[in-house]
C-alpha cells in the first residue's frame, strides 16, 4: 500500500507548520486534510493579534486555552493551520495573517491563487 504524500503550494512536500502549538486537523504539526475535514485546515498561518482579535469577533475564539481538546490558546507569532474560508474571509477584511507557504497544503490552490498567496509569504 502506498501512502500519498502531501504537497504544499510550491509542488513540494509539506513541510510541518507547528509542533508547538500541536496543529493541523489531525494534530500532526501539518496541514494536511481528508474529506472528514469541514473545515479545510489547509493554510498554515502565522497569527497576529489583529487577526486572533478577528477570528474571536467571527465566532472562533483561537485565544482561550481548550485543555479538554488539547488546545493551549494562540498568542501573536504562533503557527496555526486555519481554515481555508476563515484565511479568505481574514483576507477580504484586510487583516489576513502571514502564511508558510511550504507549510501550505496544495489544496488550498483550488480556491485561492498562488500569486496571493505569495503576498502573504512570510519570508523568513
Not at 493554510?43 to 483561537?62: E, M, R, T, W, Y
Not at 482561550?64 to 488539547?70: K, L
Request: hydrophobic share 40%; aromatic share 8%.
Amino acid at each position: 500500500m502506498q501512502k500519498d504524500v502531501a504537497l504544499n503550494v510550491l509542488g513540494q512536500p509539506l513541510v510541518p507548520c507547528s509542533f508547538e502549538p500541536l496543529t493541523g486537523f489531525f494534530r500532526d504539526g501539518c496541514c494536511k486534510t481528508n474529506e472528514e475535514d469541514s473545515g479545510s485546515h489547509l493554510v498554515c498561518a502565522i497569527v497576529s493579534d489583529a487577526f486572533l482579535q478577528f477570528s474571536l469577533a467571527k465566532g472562533n475564539d483561537l485565544i482561550t486555552a481548550r485543555p479538554d481538546y488539547q488546545f493551549p490558546g494562540l498568542v501573536a507569532g504562533d503557527q496555526w493551520c486555519l481554515c481555508l474560508n476563515r484565511w479568505i474571509e481574514a483576507f477580504q477584511a484586510n487583516c489576513a495573517p502571514m502564511i508558510k507557504l511550504e507549510s501550505t497544503n496544495i489544496k488550498a490552490l483550488e480556491i485561492v491563487p498562488l500569486n496571493i498567496l505569495e503576498q502573504y509569504s512570510n519570508k523568513d
